[in-house]
C-alpha cells in the first residue's frame, strides 16, 4: 500500500535552500503552499488583458506571511538553545511568534502599539499565551526597544532584522516561479518594515542563480513593486518618518528596518514604489472580497490598490502577468471591514415566510 504523503512545510519542501541540517529540529505547523490565485473579475473591470495572480499569505496557519519566515527563526532559535523569542510588532508578527513559540514550547513576548493592533491579532496572540507588552508608542518605538533590551536579556528577536526570517520568506518567490513555471513581469507587494519585499526579491535572484548544488531554475526576474499606505510612505518621502497614520495599521510604520535592501531591490529590478490613500487602500480590498470573493486584511489590499493603478495607467503594460501578495486574510480586522459595509448592513425582519420572501424579492 502506497503512503499517503502529507504537506509538512516549507522547510521540508525547500530544505536545501535554506540553513538547515539533517538533524535540526523543524518548529512547524505546516505553513507555506498557499494558492496563487488567477483574479477573473477584475481584470475585466479594468478592461485590460492582464493576468494578475494573488499569492494568498492569509492562508498561513495564523493567517499572515510572517509564519514562512517564522517557522524558519524558531527553529534557529530552538536550534541555539534559546529559551524565549520577541518581537515588536503591528499585529501580525506577534500572533505568528506567539503560535511558533508555543509550538515550540518556548516563551514569546510581543511589544505592541497600543490601540492600532487589530482585534483578531490581538485575539490569536492572547490565545496563544504570549505575554503581551503594550507600549505608550508606535512600532517604530517599540522596534528600537527591542533591539536594545535583546542586549539586557536571554531573548532571541524574530523581527525581520533576523536573517532566518527573510529566509523563511524568501521561499513564497520559489513557490511563485514553481506554480507558474516562471517568475511573473511584475510583482506587487505592500511594504511596511520593508523585510517581505526584500524576502522575495532574495528568492527571485536565489531561482536564477547556479550554485554547486543547484542549477538556476529560470533566468527571470520580476519587477519589483512596493506600495504603502500615504501616511506612511517614508521610502516616498526619501527618509524615515516619525508619525506615520494609516488605517491599514499592519504598515503603519515610519522607520523600516530593511530601507537599504528595499532601495537595492527596486533598483536592481528596475521597479518603484508608491503610496495610496487609505480610502483607495479600502475600495480594493472591497473590490476584491466583492469581485473575487477574497478577502484580505486592509495592508494586503495596497498590493491590488497598486497594480491597479499601475495597470490602468499603462505603467504595467496589456499582456503582463503580475503576482500581487495578499500578505494577511480579512478576518484579521473585522472592525475596519464592518465600518465599511455600513450601507449593507443586514436586513432584520420576522421570523416568517411571507417576510423573508418580501426581503429577497425587494432586493432583486
Ligand atoms: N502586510 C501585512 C498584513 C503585515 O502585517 C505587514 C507587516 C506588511 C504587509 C508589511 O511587510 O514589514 O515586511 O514590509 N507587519 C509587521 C508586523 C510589521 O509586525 O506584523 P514588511
Excluded at 199 to 224: C, F, I, L, Q
Excluded at 301 to 314: K, N, Q, V, Y
Amino acid at each position: 500500500m502506497s503512503k499517503s504523503k502529507h504537506y509538512t512545510g516549507l522547510i521540508e519542501r525547500y530544505r536545501d535552500r535554506l540553513p538547515v541540517s539533517a538533524t535540526t529540529r523543524i518548529i512547524s505547523l505546516n505553513e507555506g503552499n498557499t494558492p496563487l490565485i488567477q483574479l477573473q473579475n477584475i481584470p475585466r473591470l479594468l478592461g485590460k488583458a492582464v493576468n494578475i495572480y494573488v499569492k494568498f499569505e492569509g492562508l498561513n496557519p495564523t493567517g499572515s506571511f510572517k509564519d514562512r519566515g517564522m517557522t524558519m527563526a524558531v527553529t534557529k532559535a530552538v536550534e541555539a538553545g534559546s529559551k524565549a523569542i520577541i518581537c515588536a510588532s503591528t499585529g501580525n508578527t506577534s500572533a505568528s511568534a506567539a503560535a511558533y513559540a508555543a509550538r515550540a514550547g518556548i516563551k514569546a513576548f510581543v511589544i505592541i502599539p497600543e490601540g492600532k493592533i487589530a482585534l483578531g491579532k490581538l485575539a490569536q496572540t492572547l490565545m496563544y499565551d504570549a505575554t503581551i507588552i503594550q507600549i505608550k508608542g508606535n512600532f517604530d518605538k517599540g522596534m528600537a526597544l527591542v533591539k536594545e533590551v535583546a542586549d539586557h536579556a536571554p531573548v532571541t528577536i524574530v523581527n525581520s532584522i533576523n536573517p532566518f526570517r527573510i529566509d523563511g520568506q524568501k521561499t513564497a518567490a520559489f513557490e511563485i516561479i514553481d506554480d507558474l513555471g516562471d517568475a511573473p513581469d511584475y510583482h506587487c507587494l505592500p511594504v511596511g518594515n520593508a523585510g517581505n519585499i526584500t524576502a522575495y526579491w532574495k528568492g527571485y535572484n536565489e531561482y536564477t542563480t547556479s550554485t554547486d548544488s543547484h542549477p538556476a531554475v529560470t533566468s527571470k526576474r520580476p519587477v519589483m513593486c512596493g506600495y504603502q499606505a500615504a501616511g506612511a510612505a517614508p521610502f516616498l518621502a526619501g527618509k524615515m518618518i516619525d508619525n506615520p497614520e494609516t488605517i491599514a495599521t499592519a504598515i503603519r510604520i515610519g522607520h523600516p528596518q530593511s530601507w537599504d535592501k528595499a532601495w537595492s531591490a527596486q533598483k536592481e529590478s528596475g521597479g518603484w514604489f508608491d503610496k495610496f490613500s487609505d480610502d483607495e487602500i479600502l475600495a480594493a480590498q472591497k473590490m476584491l472580497s466583492q469581485y473575487e470573493g477574497i478577502f484580505c486584511e486592509p495592508a494586503s489590499a495596497t498590493s491590488l490598490a497598486g497594480a491597479c493603478h499601475d495597470i490602468r495607467s499603462g505603467k504595467i503594460p496589456e499582456g503582463s502577468t503580475i503576482v500581487c501578495t495578499l500578505t494577511g486574510v480579512g478576518l484579521k480586522d473585522p472592525d475596519t471591514a464592518i465600518k465599511q459595509c455600513v450601507d449593507s448592513q443586514p436586513l432584520t425582519i420576522e421570523a416568517e415566510l411571507t417576510a423573508v420572501k418580501k426581503a429577497i424579492l425587494d432586493t432583486m
